[in-house]
């Protein structure tokens, strides 16, 4: 009942009936079965199950949820069996024939196992397995790998047994009657209904309809055989989420297509430094986005935590405001002593329309300029209403304007970086009242480029916003406006702000923050305590320890390591990004698939990685000397592919997307 890709799937109905009483059903028809038994996980949501096999008048043996082969050893002691047929619940095509074909090649060898599917010739459904209780309690007791314990037969046929395999002299392996996805339950369903009210058909008259009607089996061709058994954890739970979530998940960045679409492991169980577990307890090293850029302290940073434990303890929201929103916004002044006020939210993308909001409030005009990335809201998807993708070279191509109203057409206006003369001139054909820009993401400013644009917001009367929420703490304590020296009229933060947490900032002049009085913006959730608590002890802790040092001088040193690879192999990469913001791209039309290269081939070795590496008061020398290590080779077959090796050849699955695409 507990599948991750279809819950409750045996339950499913096919025919009128369970699909389990189907299978059951069709099992009876065997010659050599003696006795059926149904083996399921002593757990709660198998209760439903237990008490419909009941009623189909079939015995059941309940055990270990996790340790599958253990409960099957279980079942076989209790029931005193000699011989065990083993057919998986979701296989409603199963033929009581090919069993027996199975049953008799058994008993007529001296074999501990003999199975159809080692390697397989019939359908995928059809697959069948007889083992000695012997052989299953020998490997009950040497098995010790998780993965044998988990699938059962796995140690009988890579262990010091004696194994035979059935083949049929044509190979159907290809073909797909199991049900593990929802798609496949839609082909048993039509085929089911194809030869009602008979439920006894033989898989050979599944094989003559295949040919006669192949549209019924359409839905389910491209899934492969026995992709489950070789999926972890979070692909399948992926897979689920993909079903139910428009694009799987909140953020545009977690997304496994994004990293390495059939191999990325998703989803995590814990955390801690720069260590991440996944749902299978695999550990990885994370030289890659540290929460895509909000863990600056490193993950699980034991004073923040303790912080946030304290206040779910005390207690997190209530009718009466958390004092500590007070404290911070004194703190953040404390930074930004050029600034008169905060406002608070939670994520950057909210922060930065709010920022927008009382920008335009306090100049009277609606027009933006916009340079950089500033999230997925209306007004800064806007600028992609117009034909071009305007905001491709913004961090994102191919972001999508569906839904954005079309009368917000011609209200904001991308100029790139360093390109003065552009925002010059849209400032004066251009109703413009904002100017909205990071202060640095990939290239350093030219020719007084910030100084420029402070000068030209001043002599207009328009609000200079830095949105520094990537940018912030990363080299100085606050935002990357000290560097240079150029002070805006509202900053935003956000990521580092919590390390981890949920909180956001928008700090201002006051009399431009005062506009906010003036347009509703309101939200319950932005009076919660745990952000302005994270944040009050993460700038705490930052004070302290300074990481805005540590991690740019980590991201040059790891800048260096990966020119000396490059140059050692014969590779063109450019560097780009902040120190501790760190990206390299290989000159090559086939970036993207060495990018996923580079993400499957350190996955096996227990990193998550990328092109980019996110560096945190958690990483060293030691840490990012390792993972030179670990790349080297990687590089090497790279540089083979630039010479003409087929990196296709080398690729587990499909490359990585490099910007917005619908995955659902």
Request: charged share 25%; glycine share 8%.
């Amino acid at each position: 009942m507990g599948s991750s890709r279809l819950p409750g799937k045996v339950l499913k109905d096919v025919a009128g009936q369970p699909m389990l009483k189907i299978l059951i059903n069709r099992l009876k028809k065997s010659k050599l079965i003696d006795k059926i038994i149904v083996v399921m996980p002593v757990t709660k949501d198998n209760d439903v199950l237990s008490k419909a096999v009941s009623k189909f008048g079939t015995e059941t043996f309940r055990g270990s949820e996790t340790d599958v082969l253990n409960r099957m050893f279980e079942a076989g002691h209790q029931s005193n069996a000699d011989v065990i047929i083993r057919i998986t619940g979701d296989c409603p095509l199963i033929d009581p024939l090919v069993v027996d074909a199975v049953i008799e090649k058994f008993l007529k060898s001296d074999s501990d196992y003999v199975s159809n599917s080692a390697p397989p010739t019939f359908p995928d459904g059809l697959d069948t397995e007889v083992f000695s209780f012997n052989a299953l309690k020998r490997a009950n007791e040497e098995a010790t790998e998780e993965y044998d314990r988990e699938h059962v037969t796995s140690y009988l046929r890579k262990g010091n047994f004696k194994v035979e395999n059935l083949i049929w002299p044509i190979d159907f392996s290809n073909l797909r009657w199991s049900v593990d996805e929802i798609q496949d339950l839609l082909v048993v369903r039509k085929v089911f209904e194809h030869f009602s009210p008979d439920i006894y058909f033989s898989w050979t008259k599944v094989i003559e309809l295949m040919a006669k009607k192949p549209e019924i089996f359409e839905e389910n061709k491209n899934i492969k055989r026995n992709e489950g058994s070789i999926m972890s954890t979070g692909q399948k739970l992926w897979r689920r989420a993909k079903k139910i979530i428009p694009g799987g998940n909140m953020l545009l960045s977690k997304r496994a297509e994004m990293h390495l679409p059939d191999g990325w492991p998703s989803y995590f169980s814990k955390t801690s430094g720069c260590s991440v577990w996944d749902l299978d307890g695999n550990k990885y090293t994370d030289l890659y986005l540290m929460g895509v850029g909000t863990n600056i302290l490193g993950y699980s940073h034991p004073e923040v935590d303790a912080a946030v434990m304290q206040t779910v303890k005390s207690g997190n929201l209530s009718t009466l405001n958390a004092p500590e929103e007070v404290w911070l916004a004194e703190k953040l002044l404390e930074l930004d002593p050029w600034a008169g006020m905060v406002r608070f939210a939670r994520s950057g993308g909210e922060a930065n329309a709010i920022a927008i909001r009382i920008a335009r409030a306090a100049a009277g005009r609606d027009g933006v300029a916009v340079c950089g990335y500033h999230g997925w809201h209306d007004w800064y998807l806007s600028a992609n209403l117009g034909e071009n993708d305007s905001l491709a070279g913004h961090l994102l191509p191919g972001l999508s304007t569906t839904g954005v109203p079309t009368a917000l057409r011609d209200m904001v206006h991308p100029f790139e970086y360093n390109d003065f003369d552009k925002l010059q001139s849209l400032v004066l054909e251009k109703n413009i009242g904002v100017i909205k820009m990071e202060v640095l993401r990939n290239r350093e400013p030219e020719n007084g480029f910030l100084e420029r644009v402070r000068r030209l917001a001043s002599d207009n009367g328009i609000v200079l916003i830095f949105d520094e929420c990537t940018s912030g703490f990363r080299e100085t304590f606050g935002g990357l406006y000290k560097k240079f020296a150029v002070v805006p009229d509202i900053a935003v933060y956000g990521k580092t702000l919590g390390n981890g947490y949920a909180v956001s900032a928008i700090v201002g002049k006051e009399e431009i923050m005062q506009a906010a009085q003036s347009t509703f913006i309101s939200s319950t959730f932005w009076t919660e305590r745990i952000g302005s608590v994270a944040a009050l002890k993460t700038l705490e802790v930052m004070q302290r320890e300074e990481p805005w040092t540590h991690v740019t001088e980590l991201g040059l040193y790891l800048r260096g390591l990966w020119n000396e690879l490059a140059s050692k192999y014969g590779l063109s990469i450019s560097l780009t990004g902040l120190p501790a913001l760190s990206n390299f791209s290989i000159a090559s039309d086939n970036a993207l698939e060495y990018k996923t290269y580079i993400t499957q081939e350190m996955l096996k070795k227990g990193y998550l990685a990328g092109t980019t590496v996110y560096v945190s008061l958690a990483h060293s020398r030691t840490i990012f000397d390792e993972y030179i290590e670990v790349l080297d080779p990687i590089f090497k077959i790279i540089a083979e592919a630039e010479a003409g090796k087929d990196i296709d050849l080398i690729l587990d699955g499909p490359v990585c997307h490099s910007g917005f695409k619908r995955v659902n």
